[in-house]
Every structure is written in structure tokens, then in C-alpha cells.
């Protein structure tokens, strides 16, 4: 397995790799690697012939409130992690190595960033495209994975891809969840003890969302949102952002239930923010 922090040898390494005929598995990534991530890397080891995982904390991403300076970093332990799961490279440029200077261009999907996540963090998807065009650029033709865990993320790179057409199969790959349904995110380590235990409400939201829309044919979105909203514990220390009912593709929020839907909620515990999604089709 080999680091690399450069992008000219990064480029030429997977272009020697694809003269032979490799298939390229890309897995992006702000490191503080868990299951989560690690699940993309073992899923792009078992279909691609190559696998690169990058590890870069993208500042283009982060508000000028949010926690860029604290992000965890441990690029090390991130190389062990990518490497035992099957990665091949790991990609760890500095911001200088990423983009001499910051960058004058910016990539921006519309529409379907100005809701729920688009909406809360302006400027925060602008970001996430513009990397995630830069990181697809540098390692050519590939298979890219990212996890449903950031739903919106996925639609908006799915689209940006569609739109660009970038030479790049975009494979969605399921939330890996704690035992207590907890989706894995690396913002997980700000929890206290105490946000910890009540953070899987909101699965525990999406799911009682699910019951109303499969199990109890609610097809108003609206009563489907509060039955979520009513169903987060009213403790001091969470705050809901939002629980909606969207279109799975567009994330356009919806009135009715007319076929599949994505269930997508937002919460602050303390000082940190979790989001959480999932699928729910009418029966
Ligand atoms: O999901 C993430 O970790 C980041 O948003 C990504 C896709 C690596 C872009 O920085």
C-alpha cells in the first residue's frame, strides 16, 4: 500500500495501472476513517482492480462557523485502516499540494442544493463539487463510492457526474449503523456520553417516518415529518433542523406519497450536527 501526498506521481501511478487494463476504484474521503468508510473501501477492493482512497479535510467545504480546525485527523491511522480493508493508494495532498492557491473556479449543482443540507450550510455542496470534480479529474476514469449516510451528497455527485459527463460509474453504497442504529460518521467522536445515548433517535425518527408511510398508508409528507419531529425525545441539548419527505432523486420536498420517497432528518446535540436518512416506498 502506498501514501502518496503528490498528485503528478498519484496520476502516473493510475495511468500505468490502466494501460494494463485496471479498473479504478476511487473511494473520497476527509479521513478519521470508521466501518463506514471502510465498508466503501472493502466493497471497491471486491470490484474494482485497483483501489485509492483520498484523505483530504476540504476547507471549501466548511462554513466560517463550522468545525474545520478541529476535524479529526490522523492520517496514519487512516493508512493502516484503508490499507487492511484493501487499498492499494492512499491520497493525502496538502491544501497547498491540492491547489498551489485557492482555487477561482467553483463547481455548482443547482437545484437540488437548495434544500435541507443545502439550505442549513450555504456553500457547503459548492464545496463538496468542486473537490469531489477536482479528486475525479486527478484519478481519470474510475468507479467512485460514496455512502448513503450523506444522501444529499450522493444525489448532488450523481448529478454533477450525469451533468459533466465524467467518465465515472458512481456506486451508492448503504449507512453501516451502530447496534443501536446510530449511523457511523466521524463527527461521532464529538458526542458527550450522555448525547451518545440519545443520538440514535434519530433513527429511531426515520424509522417510526417508515412504519407511517409502509405500514399505516399516511400519504400526507406533512404528517409523515411531524410523526418524526413528535418522535425525538423532548430533551434539553437537541435541536431538530429538519425531518422531511423528499424525492429520492431530486430531493425535491413533497405534499403527497405517490411512489418511493427518502426520509431525511437533521439534529444538533450539543455542538454537533447529525444527519440521517432512509427509504420508504408505500405498499
Ligand atoms: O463525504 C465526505 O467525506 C466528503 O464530503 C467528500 C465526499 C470526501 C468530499 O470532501
Redesign the pocket.
Known amino acids: 500500500m502506498l501514501l502518496l501526498d503528490r498528485v503528478e506521481p498519484y496520476g502516473k501511478a493510475l495511468d500505468a495501472h490502466r494501460a494494463q487494463g485496471a479498473l479504478i476504484g476511487l473511494v ?3 479521513g478519521a476513517l470508521h466501518e463506514g468508510h471502510l465498508s466503501l473501501i472493502e466493497q471497491a477492493a471486491r470490484e474494482c482492480d485497483v483501489v485509492v482512497v ?1 484523505v ?1 479535510v ?1 476547507p471549501l ?1 466548511f462554513g466560517p462557523a463550522e468545525d474545520l480546525a478541529s476535524y479529526p485527523r490522523d492520517v496514519e491511522g487512516d493508512r493502516a485502516k484503508a490499507a487492511a480493508a484493501g487499498a492499494d493508494y492512499v491520497l493525502a495532498p496538502s491544501e497547498t499540494e491540492m491547489f498551489g492557491v485557492a482555487p477561482a473556479t467553483t463547481v455548482h449543482v443547482a437545484g437540488l442544493t437548495k434544500y435541507f443540507e443545502g439550505a442549513v450550510r450555504p456553500g457547503h455542496f459548492d464545496g ?1 463539487a468542486t ?2 470534480t477536482k479528486l475525479l479529474a486527478l484519478t481519470g476514469p474510475c468507479r467512485a463510492y ?1 455512502g448513503e449516510k ?1 444522501y444529499q ?1 450522493l444525489a448532488v455527485i450523481r448529478r454533477l457526474v450525469k451533468d459533466l459527463s465524467f467518465p465515472v460509474e458512481v456506486r451508492g453504497c448503504p449507512t453501516v449503523r451502530d447496534i443501536d442504529g446510530l449511523a457511523l460518521s466521524s463527527r461521532n467522536a464529538y458526542l458527550s456520553a450522555e448525547e451518545r445515548r440519545v443520538a440514535p433517535a434519530l433513527f429511531g425518527a426515520l424509522r417510526a417516518g417508515k412504519i407511517a408511510v409502509e405500514d399505516q398508508h399516511v400519504d400526507d409528507a406533512g404528517v409523515v415529518e411531524s410523526i418524526m419531529a413528535e418522535s425525538i425525545p423532548p430533551i434539553a441539548g437537541i435541536g431538530l433542523d429538519y425531518a422531511a419527505v423528499a424525492d429520492p432523486d431530486d430531493l425535491v420536498p413533497l405534499r403527497r406519497i405517490e411512489g418511493p420517497v427518502r426520509l431525511l432528518i437533521a439534529a444538533r446535540l450539543g455542538r454537533t450536527r447529525l444527519i440521517d436518512n432512509l427509504a420508504a416506498r408505500p405498499q
Do not use: K, R
Request: aromatic letters at 16%.
Open positions: 473520497p474521503t476527509m483520498s483530504y476540504n467545504q463538496v473537490i469531489v460514496f450523506d451528497q
